[in-house]
């Protein structure tokens, strides 16, 4: 089992709908990350946030829209996606942000795939 | 930016027989390699991670050795089990990265019973 959960694990939407990913985590890390994974290839980054402020933004499309409510939770809300955004899409936690702190292993939920119609 | 390679892609042996996966990267201010194993429907999960000021780290059958001058680190996986077969990939990352990971394009090991 994982310390980071991710809702919905399966999500299957239209071009012209809008829908939200969850991510939680509870081991008071203070980042928390987003990747695309596409199958055979590695993680891509899409968003950080440290602190609850958004550090990094990999130039991902604005029909891709990140949200940190709180330190525990982060959210993707989705709108007007393509075929090609299908992907499992992965949230990640560490302690840090890196920084003072040094770099701190990053732990990774189960993942939501997504696939657009 | 950093640029990380993996080899092989793909790793096929026998039980009981040792894996090696090789990285090499290209910044030489990276000072923190973490190894992740993803099995099928699952997200990468941590398997050992080194730090620059240390050449090699073992955790049971699993070891990893970085070596700073030519920029290269590997994980050596020994007595392989069936349940060691999954995709592994390798990453790096830096001081005044915001701790964003570079990957590797990651390693499809098998392990024949």
């Known amino acids: 089992d994982t310390e980071v959960t991710q809702t919905p694990k399966h999500l299957v939407m239209g071009m012209t709908n809008k829908k939200s990913l969850k991510c939680e985590q509870h081991?008071?890390?203070?980042?928390m990350y987003w990747y695309k994974q596409k199958a055979k290839k590695p993680p891509e980054l899409m968003f950080v946030y440290s602190y609850e402020k958004l550090s990094i933004n990999e130039s991902v499309p604005s029909r891709f829209s990140p949200e940190c409510p709180n330190s525990s939770l982060l959210n993707l809300h989705l709108h007007a996606l393509q075929p090609e955004d299908s992907a499992l899409y992965l949230c990640?936690?560490?302690?840090?942000?890196?920084?003072?702190?040094?770099?701190?292993?990053?732990?990774f939920g189960d993942g939501t795939r997504l696939s657009i119609l | 930016g950093e640029n990380v390679e993996q080899h092989p892609s793909t790793l096929s042996v026998q039980e009981g027989d040792s894996a090696v996966i090789k990285c090499t990267y290209s910044?030489?201010?990276?000072?923190?390699f973490p190894w992740y194993k993803q099995e099928l429907g699952k997200g990468p999960q941590l398997i050992i991670d080194i730090r620059s000021n240390v050449g090699e780290k073992k955790d049971q059958r699993i070891a990893v050795t970085l070596n700073k001058t030519a920029k290269h680190f590997s994980l050596h996986i020994t007595e392989t089990q069936p349940e060691d077969s999954a995709v592994y990939f390798c990453a790096a990352t830096g001081p005044n990265t915001g701790n964003q990971f570079y990957f590797g394009t990651g390693t499809s090991l098998t392990v024949i019973p």
């Open positions: 910044d030489s201010a990276s000072n923190y």
């Open positions: 990640a936690s560490s302690k840090t942000g890196g920084g003072a702190g040094g770099n701190q292993p990053q732990h």
């Open positions: 081991m008071g890390h203070r980042a």
